[in-house]
């Protein structure tokens, strides 16, 4: 059984093969659901861990329709972040409006697997399109609910974030600048990766094809 964790920082990229992962996602911005990560932070994780890094690229949070110079952007960044070390790119199938012919075209583009929760947003709601798909099972896993999802889908490989937060390490705190969204988090607490939920999640997982 492969356990993916999805990362957004260095200190998240240590925390989960701390704790066991196998393998990476590594993107930016996971209050938007994950955007294209920098060749700087891949370079540095690169240099701290051993296990596979694999990278989103994802060029902006929002839609999905991309532009023809959005897409050279995203070309470009595959190419850079190859260079860089990425293990792999991941892709995502549930946005789009035909789930299994999308799987087609990922199959035919020569792609050995794909990211899923089953078109819905839990892995456990889509576990029956994911059964249908048996491929790598994503989305609202948690050490409560894996092997319930791991039965019904069938799936040899899952995707967690298995997050916590801890609070800023900085001093000092102006409250008068917001540098993000006022709705979203604090700008002074930080979501990173827990290393024990890792760790626990494998040991559940531990011994299963």
């Known amino acids: 059984m492969i356990v993916e ?17 196998h393998r990476l996602e590594l993107c930016s911005n996971l209050v938007e659901g994950g955007t294209t990560p ?11 861990v051993r296990i596979p890094v694999f990278v989103m690229i994802r060029p902006r949070g929002g839609d999905f329709f991309y532009s023809d110079h959005e897409l050279q952007v995203m070309k470009e960044d595959i190419l850079s972040l190859k260079d860089a070390g990425a293990n ?3 892709f995502a199938i549930d946005m789009t409006s035909d ?3 999308a799987l087609e075209d990922v199959i035919c583009l020569g792609c050995e697997r794909v990211l899923t929760s089953g078109g819905e947003s839990s892995s456990l709601e889509g576990s029956p399109v ?3 798909l048996r491929e790598k099972a994503s989305g609202g896993i948690m050490e409560g609910n894996v092997l319930r999802i791991l039965d019904e ?13 801890r609070e800023s390490r900085m001093i000092y705190r102006n409250t008068s600048v917001n540098m993000g969204a006022s709705y979203g988090p604090s700008e002074y607490s930080v979501r990173v990766t827990d290393k024990d939920r890792v760790q626990g999640l494998v040991q559940i997982t531990k011994g299963l094809l």
């Open 5 to 21: 964790v999805c990362v957004d920082s260095v200190e998240s990229a240590i925390n989960a093969e701390k704790g066991g992962a």
């Open 38 to 48: 920098s060749v700087g932070m891949l370079k540095v994780i690169k240099q701290l």
């Open 88 to 90: 792999g790119i991941v």
């Open 99 to 101: 789930i299994y012919a």
């Open 130 to 132: 994911i059964r249908r």
């Open 153 to 165: 889908t069938g799936s040899h490989e899952i995707h967690a974030s298995l997050r916590h937060t």
